[in-house]
């Protein structure tokens, strides 16, 4: 699997303490006086906003790029209804040769491997036999669960807050495990200061946000 950021908010401190401000300053200049704050201000309001104010959030966005993951993954990811989507499509790609997912208890497992392998070649074999016959969207029928796709993603920093919660969870499916934690890896590489908003309470470590890098935003 594989997760790029390929687009999101610029200077979004500045956005998301302006929209958290806005009800307080209602001057122009606003925006630009709070630009102009020392890091260590805009920190104390990061950290302030983490148990309050939540609404600011919604206001940056982050772009996802996630690709080779399976069907079975993106059947879960697009249950989260605050966020925009556009999938690969298996009705008009033809998915001959198909690449696939093999989960770690299978991989691990010689008899079990060889099982799936060639259940797998079997479903490919009789997928590329319809396909003489009929349209991908008649064939796609047969397809597996586990065959790669790719997705592209947009969440605001709430939402990505919230699916934090369970998508970091032991409890979570391991692939979504996977991918949730690669997409925070990316909002912090741009975001460092985001780190402790995508972290759930129960799982974060004291003073997150006390050395962030304060050049990003």
Not at 15 to 37: C, Q
């Amino acid at each position: 699997m594989k997760v790029e950021l390929v687009n999101y908010t610029q200077d979004a401190v500045d956005l998301l303490l302006f929209t958290k401000n806005t009800r307080h300053m209602p001057d122009d200049d606003a925006y630009k006086r709070i630009a102009e704050w020392e890091w260590e201000k805009k920190q104390a309001e990061l950290d302030y906003m983490l148990n309050t104010i939540r609404s600011s959030w919604e206001f940056i966005d982050y772009t996802f790029n996630v690709r080779d993951v399976t069907r079975g993954f993106t059947h879960q990811f697009v249950r989260t209804r605050q966020a925009s989507y556009a999938q690969q499509s298996q009705r008009t790609v033809d998915m001959s040769g198909f690449s696939y997912y093999t989960p770690p208890e299978i991989e691990n497992n010689e008899d079990a491997k060889t099982y799936y392998d060639e259940c797998m070649k079997t479903i490919n074999y009789y997928y590329q036999k319809l396909r003489k016959h009929v349209p991908a969207e008649d064939a796609r029928g047969v397809l597996p669960t586990n065959i790669h796709t790719n997705i592209v993603a947009k969440f605001n920093l709430r939402t990505l807050s919230e699916m934090a919660k369970s998508r970091l969870s032991p409890r979570a499916q391991g692939e979504y495990q996977e991918v949730f934690k690669l997409m925070v890896a990316e909002v912090v590489k741009v975001h460092p200061w985001a780190e402790p908003f995508l972290t759930p309470t129960e799982w974060a470590a004291p003073s997150m946000g006390k050395a962030l890098n304060p050049k990003k935003g």
